[in-house]
């Protein structure tokens, strides 16, 4: 299963996995509420409650136990969904995911933190506007709704604490780019709180590998995927 970015969108976000993977995987991928081809609600957007829906989802389709590939918002989600629903989740592999909103130093969070809707709206890449635009089954006009509701989610201060990281007995591979918007000290400290966790950092790339060095992501992807379990050591 794959889980996006924040305002992102399944399709979008992954085209080139959905081809690859889909040669020899069953690909589900998920557009979270008020993303993509999902309408909105009057909720506020919120990691847990999408880490819940989409257990709810796996659990509907009855696929037993998923590997997980989330990108951004989706690695938090990701990271969550292996937090509360271990059952669910085989393998998790994450990217660019952060557990607390200074992700990228504090002073960048508190400028965040002051900016309007409308100033964040501005900031954002054209681009985004327009893929939602053009799927929305909210219509272009709650585009500004979406991105105050994204806002409130992007200041979340905590995630998932550090010592929950310890409680997640999954095998996790975490992945950034050497440029990421994440910095590379936070994405270290989710590595080394993981249990079972691997490292990569793509050279040369910002926040989105799979899109940026699409084949790379993929072949070390697949790669941790078809990694064997470890087998339990008997008492």
Known sequence: MFLH???????????????????????????????????????????????????????????????????????NVGLLLARYHPDLVRRLVISGANIRGDYNGLLAYLRFATLSTDQFAAALPPALRQRYARVSPDGSQHWLTVVAKTKQLWATWTVLDPAELKAITNPVLVMAGDHDIISLDHTIEIFRGLPHAQLCIFPRTGHAPMEERPDDFNRVTRAFLEQQDAPAHAD
């Open 5 to 75: 970015g924040g305002l992102n969108f399944f399709d979008d976000a992954f085209a080139e996995q959905q081809a690859y993977f889909s040669t020899f995987r069953t690909v589900i991928g998920i557009d979270q509420r008020g993303h993509g081809h999902s309408p909105d609600n009057d909720r506020p957007f919120s990691y847990r409650q999408m880490a819940e829906d989409t257990a709810a989802l796996l659990t509907t389709l009855k696929v037993g136990r998923a590997d997980i590939v989330g990108h951004s918002d989706g690695g």
